[in-house]
């Protein structure tokens, strides 16, 4: 029998998607009611929602009816035999009959047909209660299975458990093809097939292979559809059907995927992709469906720990007393050194609420304005380009708005490994026919996928963005493809003006760049034509785009050429971000930069000054504080003395290691606070632990600008949550805070922050999420934003001229370097190795291509050291013509291959967002580790024994 919880999960499976918007209503006779759906509903799901339940297997109303099982059978007056209901339009007078003998014999029929091929375990079987074809026996009324159960059946098929996540068990299945189907329709992998054919029909992953060994990504879609125990998660088959759910956010990547932590008592069973979720609809990725377990994880610290330098062992304290050591450093080092002498870094995994509180400990308690941000070093370029541009820091757009898209370019992002649920609802697009334009130095998958290839993939080289954007943008205007009324009306005539000129120049047409993007002219001129040429035009961007000497320049560039399409303020176009992070957004919203207050307020500007300096009872500097870089110099020079890094691992993260470690070396206290001793806590002298995301109150904002909940379904391993240690250390400071809830933070945002003024807790509990601006113009937020003007009231043209960046290949480094991620890593990997996902990638590797390898006697897997100005590291050589020659790649989620000691310092001229994605390097065959991994591996041993000894007391000495 279904739990209640499981009923109510399951009452809301409508049978088939709704229709496509429509405004007319149909008006039809079910089992004698009348009712009224859209035109274009399916029988099934008139029946269902108004309440009237028809039996189904084949069909849920996550994928398009396909009308296999016949259990969906109904009576329709006046049609022959008894049509499948799940694809069976409802028409207007129609009168239905779900439910009478013959209809009732037919289905139970059906089912016996489906029983006596079925394991009778159910009592034992892990989804017990959890299961369709149980509930649709009871449904049917199936008492007996005339059939027997001795005939020939599939009751021996082998389980395939190589998929640390799920286990599929064939003796299980009914053939429905909800998984193939979800596969296609839901991921747009295809990596399932339905193989043989009657009785010998069965599922299959990719070429008969195992589920690990297949093009499976992992999302759980199949699962998710699967309405047997033929797809399980194996937390439900080691831990039993749930209890209790908890709807929360995902806190990978900037998509922000809503999901429900489905638990017993305190503990996750398992994490199902929200159907109500405004930005995945029901949809996930490994990540956030399955790498959790890392919450748990033995390696994460539950007790506060100080220590006076980095050379000594950590000592175990009470909360209390580390908040006094940690205070009573900040303290003296101010009184020696001076009030600038220490800063913050506040993270983009934590929550609005926890980063806003940083910023202002920073702000109020250390009374300086040195706080920065993550975003630093990904998105700062966003911000700078947007605001100057469009003028407000943010992407444009709905996920859901690509749904309208004609013709899509993704510019140096990675979507189906960084953003992986917002690629399948892109490739469900392109699928659907719209045109595809890709500009990257490597073959992302989205260039050649089943069933998706690029129109045109401009493979430029790593450096050249701004000069490849201008150049579409110069075809554009010399052939007079610009939508002019848009720019007449919607954008600042000077500023067109001048960019016109500028960018007719022929220095920037597609022939004059060619010799340094290596992109042929005519694939420019087909690209710009096409996106000149579609009603709706979308640019998607990553951090290909950003990290950058002129990351913002492309920013602009990119701005520039939607503007001058009129590809901005609806539906179906615009500029959007994909964010890294899942709170990249909310952590630059939140006022981490040194030179802007919560809702990018310049500190310069004496009204917002005065505002927060009333509300926080404190007078704010005028003056902006230290970036990240300037924080890492002036701790190199001596003079700044003292960080607090909440969430982040700037060791790992941040370029130039040898800098950066010199830098963290330096300090006489760096408190962090984090869930793991990451690279960075191995520098520190005073370690408060974190909470995970299960184990806290508040809300990420993603890529479209939503903000979503973040509900605590656990206590904090540790006794706090994260807000509640920058309460205290504040506190501690003698800057008292007091709030008793997040809620009240949130509230304190709202009140002094003009695009949070309508957000609160209670209108996120009631719409589920909120796209800000939220205020008194937008009660309920803002899908859409530049929607008939810009936020800045005219659009503006910048002037873009492309500059060459100075990391230029030599005969010594005579490779271009660029890095990016995988799908089943995330960034620095501190909680993704600390799951099964290590399964997938357990090392960085080097992708060189075959002709650079050959010229060097590189075979693949050969052990190569890679160098460049800044540092050399070596890694495992994979040989790729995804890259082109001259060209070489790599990711940076373990430390031991150190990608970033190889990223020079070189950075954006508007943000210092560091230039990551080009170091010029040498590659070349070697027999042993780098000088800096042989140091790196003597120091992490050094501090992880320091971290042993304070765990284990009894082997001290
Ligand atoms: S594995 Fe599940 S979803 Fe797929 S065909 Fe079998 S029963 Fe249906
Ligand atoms: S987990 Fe996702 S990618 Fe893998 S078979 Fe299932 S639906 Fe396809
Ligand atoms: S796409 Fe991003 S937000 Fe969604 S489940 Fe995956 S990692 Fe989480
Ligand atoms: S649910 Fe309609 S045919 Fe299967």
């Not at 999901?259 to 490994?286: I, L, T, W, Y």
């Not at 004059?512 to 992109?519: L, S």
């Not at 990997?829 to 050959?854: C, F, M, Y």
């Not at 170091?919 to 065959?925: G, L, R």
């Amino acid at each position: 029998m279904s739990t209640a919880y499981e009923t109510y999960q399951r009452a809301k499976d409508l049978g088939t998607p709704g229709p496509a918007a429509s405004s007319k209503l149909v008006t039809l006779t079910i089992d004698g009611v009348e009712v009224s759906v859209p035109e274009g509903t399916t029988v099934l799901r008139a029946a269902a929602l108004n309440g009237i339940g028809i039996p189904k297997l084949c069909a849920t109303d996550s994928l398009d009816p396909f009308g296999s099982c016949r259990l969906c059978l109904v009576e329709i007056e006046g049609m022959k035999g008894l049509p499948a209901s799940c694809t069976t339009e409802a028409k207007a007078g129609m009168k239905v009959t779900t439910q009478n003998e013959k209809v009732a014999k037919t289905r139970r029929n059906v089912m016996e047909l489906y029983i006596s091929d079925h394991p009778l375990d159910c009592l034992t079987c892990p989804t017990n209660g959890d299961c369709e074809l149980q509930d649709m026996a009871g449904a049917v009324g199936l008492r007996e299975v005339r059939y027997g159960y001795a005939g020939e059946n599939h009751l021996d098929a082998k389980k395939d458990t190589s998929n640390p996540y799920f286990t599929f068990d064939p003796s299980k299945c009914i053939v429905c093809s909800r998984c193939v189907r979800a596969c296609e329709e839901v991921q747009g992998t295809f990596a399932l097939t339905i193989q043989g054919r009657g009785f010998e029909s069965k599922v299959s992953p990719s070429q008969n292979q195992p589920f690990l060994d297949s093009e499976c990504v992992s999302c759980g879609a199949c699962v998710q559809a699967c309405p047997t125990a033929t797809l399980s998660e194996n937390g439900l088959i080691e831990k039993g059907v749930p209890e209790h759910s908890v709807v929360t956010t995902c806190a990978y990547c900037g998509v922000g995927c809503s999901f429900r932590a489905e638990m017993k008592g305190q503990e996750v069973v398992r994490m199902v992709p929200n159907k109500d979720g405004h930005a995945n609809h029901g949809h996930s990725c490994v990540k956030g469906r399955f790498a959790f377990g890392y919450a748990t994880h033995k390696d994460r610290i539950k007790a506060p720990m100080i220590r006076e330098t980095i050379h000594e062992p950590w000592r175990e304290v009470s909360w209390d007393e580390a908040f006094a050591f940690a205070a009573g450093k900040i303290k003296s080092i101010q009184a020696k050194y001076g009030k600038g002498s220490v800063g913050g870094i506040t993270s983009s995994r934590c929550t609005n609420e926890e980063t806003y509180l940083v910023q202002k400990l920073v702000r109020a308690a250390f009374g300086n304005n040195n706080v920065d941000t993550c975003a630093r070093v990904c998105h700062s370029p966003t911000g700078f380009g947007l605001k100057a541009t469009l003028g407000e820091s943010a992407g444009t757009q709905s996920f859901d708005s690509v749904m309208k898209a004609d013709v899509i370019i993704v510019i140096g992002a990675n979507p189906t490994d960084a953003h992986p649920v917002f690629a399948s609802q892109m490739k469900r697009r392109l699928r659907e026919g719209a045109k595809l334009i890709v500009l990257d130095p490597r073959e992302i998958d989205l260039v050649r996928s089943p069933h998706v290839e690029a129109d045109y993939h401009l493979q430029l080289r790593p450096g050249t963005n701004v000069a490849l954007v201008n150049a579409l943008s110069h075809v554009i205007m010399a052939e007079n493809l610009q939508h002019q009324k848009f720019i007449a009306d919607r954008c600042d005539p000077e500023g067109f003006k001048a960019w016109k000129e500028f960018i007719l120049d022929p220095v920037n047409s597609p022939e004059h760049v060619f010799q340094e993007t290596g992109v042929a002219p005519e694939l420019v001129r087909g690209a710009a034509r096409l996106y000149a040429s579609k009603p709706n035009g979308a640019i998607y961007y990553g951090l290909g785009v950003t990290e950058h000497s002129q990351g913002s320049t492309t920013v602009m560039a990119i701005a520039n050429l939607a503007m001058c399409t009129g590809n901005i303020g609806r539906e179906g176009v615009g500029v959007n971000p994909l964010r890294g992070q899942n709170n990249v957004q909310g952590s630059c919203d939140m006022g981490s930069f040194p030179h802007e207050l919560p809702g990018y307020r310049h500190v310069s500007d004496a009204a917002t000054r005065a505002l927060f300096g009333a509300a926080w009872g404190v007078e704010i500097q005028s003056q902006p504080g230290m970036r990240i870089p300037n924080m890492f110099d002036a701790a190199v020079a001596g003079t700044f003395k003292a960080m607090y890094i909440q969430g982040e691992d700037v060791a790992q993260s941040d370029p130039d290691t040898h800098h950066v470690t010199a830098a963290l070396s330096s300090l006489e206290c760096m408190i962090v606070q984090d869930i793991f001793l990451n690279e960075t806590a191995k520098f520190a002298t005073v370690f408060l632990p974190g909470s995970s995301f299960l184990e806290k109150n508040g809300t990420f904002t993603n890529a479209e600008r939503r903000i979503s909940p973040v509900r605590k379904v656990m206590e904090p391993l540790a006794g706090l949550e994260d807000w509640e240690v920058t309460q205290r250390l504040s506190n501690a400071l003698g800057y008292p805070m007091t709030y008793r809830h997040p809620r009240e933070i949130m509230a304190e945002i709202a009140r002094l922050t003009p695009t949070f003024t309508g957000v609160s807790y209670e209108k996120l509990d009631r719409l589920g999420s909120i796209q800000w601006p939220c205020n008194d113009r937008a009660v309920d937020g803002t899908p859409t934003m530049h929607v008939g003007e810009f936020v800045r009231g005219k659009g503006l043209f910048k002037v873009t001229p492309y500059v060459p960046t100075d990391e230029i290949t030599t005969r010594k480094y005579p490779l271009l370097l660029t890095t990016g991620r995988i799908l089943s890593q995330y960034n620095v990997g501190a909680q993704t190795r600390r799951t099964e996902n290590s399964k997938w990638h357990d090392e960085d590797v080097l992708e060189i291509h075959p002709h650079d390898a050959e010229q060097r006697g590189i075979e693949d897997g050969d052990w190569v050291g890679l160098q460049s100005r800044a540092g050399e590291t070596v890694l495992r050589a994979v040989l790729s013509d995804r890259i082109q020659p001259g060209v070489v790649y790599t990711t940076f989620h373990h430390p031991f291959s150190g990608a970033n000691v190889v990223t020079t310092d070189n950075s954006d001229w508007a943000t210092n967002c560091p230039e990551y994605k080009v170091t010029a390097v040498q590659a070349s065959k070697v027999t042993k580790l780098s000088d800096w991994q042989l140091k790196f591996a003597k120091f992490n041993e050094e501090q992880l024994g320091h971290l042993d000894r304070a765990r284990q007391p009894h082997k001290v000495g």
